[in-house]
């Protein structure tokens, strides 16, 4: 079945998804959070999750990462409910950078980084250097090899993100779902992890994000789902689904959409009541 969003854009079917969920129905408690609901995730590209402040975009991402057990429908990997699947083998598929994750006091950074290769460990197959191959390749990959040594809780917070998105790569998953990866990071420093996401989807990454920036997730997204009061109100390309009335609709906000200067995306412009000259 095809959906349809207020921007008229098609939001498309699952048929060629890795990850989706359908027909999801998830909260906390007796308080219902997302009500039967369709996403389809599209794979090789950066997908962000936009939307106001308790719409649910994080409960759907912890939804599609099996942290969260949806009361309805099901959530599938790779064609299999992923309830039927064992933990071991999601974490090899697919890897979780939660918000502002915490690692214990003192660990190095290539200790944190070989965690993520716990789900490829057991009694019958121990550390090797195989192991050790795709931990280095990882720290390389976000630029943090010279940061080995070093403790987690003494780096910047743009250096810790780097080391947390390495730790996930470590699993061997090219499947990365991240969580606020921006969260307490300056813009110089965000920019800097969000380029790293977009080079991880370079080669050949599937991203799936939740930002609360909407001009950075319109710039580094290749898929928005605008999400509000737990359903999904438009999802596509952001130059198809960025327009005045999708922001009002989904935030209450009155914005123009112009052409960034310095990209090939839309760029949102803010309209509020003070320094505000309108034609």
């Known amino acids: 079945m095809v959906a349809q969003s207020i921007t008229g ?30 996403v389809a995730i599209p794979p090789g590209v950066i997908t962000t999750i936009i939307g106001p402040n308790g719409c649910g975009k994080s409960t759907l991402l912890r939804t599609l990462a099996r942290l969260l057990k949806p009361a309805g429908g099901t959530v599938v990997l790779d064609g299999e409910d992923i309830a039927g699947l064992r933990t071991r083998d999601v974490a090899k598929k697919l890897g979780l950078l939660p918000q502002a994750p915490v690692a214990p006091e003192g660990l190095t950074v290539s200790d944190l980084v070989a965690r993520g290769r716990h789900p490829h460990q057991s009694w019958l197959r121990q550390w090797s250097s195989d192991d050790a191959a795709v931990v280095e390749r990882a720290l390389a990959m976000t630029g943090v090899s010279d940061l ?37 990071l300056d813009l110089a420093h965000a920019i800097d992890v969000l380029d790293l996401v977009s080079d991880l989807q370079g080669s050949g990454c599937t991203v799936v994000m939740v930002l609360h920036d909407l001009n950075l997730a319109v710039r580094y997204s290749d898929h928005l789902v605008v999400m509000r009061s737990g359903s999904i109100l438009a999802q596509g390309h952001p130059s198809d689904v960025i327009t005045a009335e999708l922001l009002h609709a989904a935030f209450g906000l009155r914005a123009r959409v112009i052409d960034d200067p310095v990209g090939d995306r839309p760029l949102i412009v803010p309209i509020g009541r003070t320094h505000v000259q309108l034609d």
């Not at 969920?21 to 308080?31: I, N, P, S």
């Not at 990365?176 to 990866?181: R, S, Y």
């Open 9 to 38: 854009v098609e939001t498309g079917t699952d048929t060629a998804a890795r990850l989706a969920a359908r027909g999801v129905t998830v909260g906390y408690g007796a308080r219902t959070v997302i009500e039967d609901l369709d």
């Open 148 to 184: 080995a040594g070093r403790a987690v809780d003494t780096l910047s917070g743009g250096q810790r993100q780097r080391v947390w998105i390495s730790m996930t790569l470590a699993q061997g998953t090219d499947l990365l779902l991240l969580d606020e990866p921006t969260t307490y």
